[in-house]
């Protein structure tokens, strides 16, 4: 009778609604990542990590470099679960559309004697030009800024996004996730500690003595005298450096820039899928400190950003590190604000 029908037409419902759940579950894991400046130094193998990431369903790769198509064709005979496709010239929109996650290596690198300053007018018109693209074209994804120097051309970017009228400061990060893996490898060298086992946050920005890192809350713990310290404090500061020397002149960090990135990337990704307590150190709009932005660990979320904390307890030494680099943090946000105030 219409009882039966009914009861078999409800099984048959919930089976259907069962088997949406799980086909969603499923279709969840899969993000669309795009990475603008793809065939550089830092984009090609980002590139490629991102292309192994099973997160990833689709890759997008744009860059100004003619080459771009191919290093997609490359990228997509690699045998991992997801699709890649290459843009250039006028297309940058186009690569942009229906993506969540959006990261941004493009730019020129450092040559021997430069700061991450000197990179300065070439990137922030750079970084404008990809950001304001995004605004349009993917107004709700996350912006992963890798284009030097990050201290100026994240302020630029939210400066941009607010023009546009879709500035989510939860949707911004500066990416400082290389000072942490610097920090882990080099205090994991001295500690004779697997680096994938360390954990050492830094805080600040992202260049030379704006970089903090906070050796007190490392995990483990690692002994060494205040001369140790503070060799390994400068050498995560400058780590950049030491590429940059000894690349002499073949360009800046970009592999472990590209590792870094990816790694980055990945979190944001997890958290966005829903993973809970994802935290990590990264450069954001902020109010721990007088800066506007800085770097701190923050916990992830479904919409980006969820907390940032606070950096917590600190020695007296690495207090003196945060308040002398605290203005030159803000002098170079200033920086940033200005140019794209007059651009």
């Given amino acids: 009778g219409p009882r039966t029908m009914l009861s078999s037409v409800r099984s048959t419902v919930s089976r259907n609604v069962v088997r949406q759940a799980t086909v969603a579950a499923q279709q969840k894991r899969g993000f669309k990542v795009s990475v603008l400046g793809a065939a550089g130094g ?33 990228l997509s005979h690699c045998s991992t679960n997801s699709k890649c496709v290459g843009y250039t010239g006028d297309d940058l929109k186009k690569s942009l559309d229906g993506c969540q996650v959006v990261v941004i290596p493009a ?29 349009q074209a993917c107004p709700k994804a996350c912006l992963l800024i890798i284009s030097n120097p990050v201290n100026s051309t994240v302020p630029i970017a939210s400066e941009v996004l607010k023009a546009r009228g879709v500035y989510d400061p939860k949707k911004l990060f500066g990416v400082t996730t290389l000072d942490v893996v610097r920090a882990n490898t080099f205090i994991g060298e001295l500690g004779n500690v ?68 990816a790694l980055f990337a990945d979190c944001v990704m997890r958290a966005l899928d829903g993973e809970k307590g994802v935290k990590e150190c990264t450069f954001v709009e902020s109010t721990v400190t007088d800066a506007k932005f800085f770097s701190s660990p923050v916990t992830l979320g479904k919409d980006g950003v969820d907390t940032i904390h606070d950096y917590g307890t600190v020695n007296d030494y690495e207090k003196k590190l945060v308040a002398d680099m605290l203005p030159d943090l803000i002098a170079q946000a200033d920086k940033g604000f200005k140019w794209a105030k007059e651009h």
């Fill in 42 to 74: 830092i984009g090609q193998p980002l590139s490629l990590l991102l292309k192994l990431n099973p997160k990833v369903s689709e890759l997008s790769c744009y860059d100004v470099a003619p080459v771009t198509p191919g290093v997609a064709a490359d």
């Fill in 107 to 135: 730019g020129v690198p450092r040559k021997p004697g430069m700061t991450r300053d000197d990179l300065f007018n070439t990137n922030a018109g750079i970084v404008k030009n990809l950001v304001d693209a995004a605004a």
């Fill in 194 to 261: 697997d680096p994938t086992k360390m954990r050492v946050p830094v805080i600040g920005g992202h260049a030379g003595t704006t970089i903090v890192p906070l050796l007190s809350q490392a995990e483990p713990q690692v002994k060494m005298t205040d001369e140790v310290r503070d060799a390994v404090t400068n050498r995560i500061m400058f780590g950049g450096d030491e590429v940059v020397k000894a690349k002499a002149g073949g360009g800046s960090a970009t592999l472990s820039m590209a590792y870094a990135g």
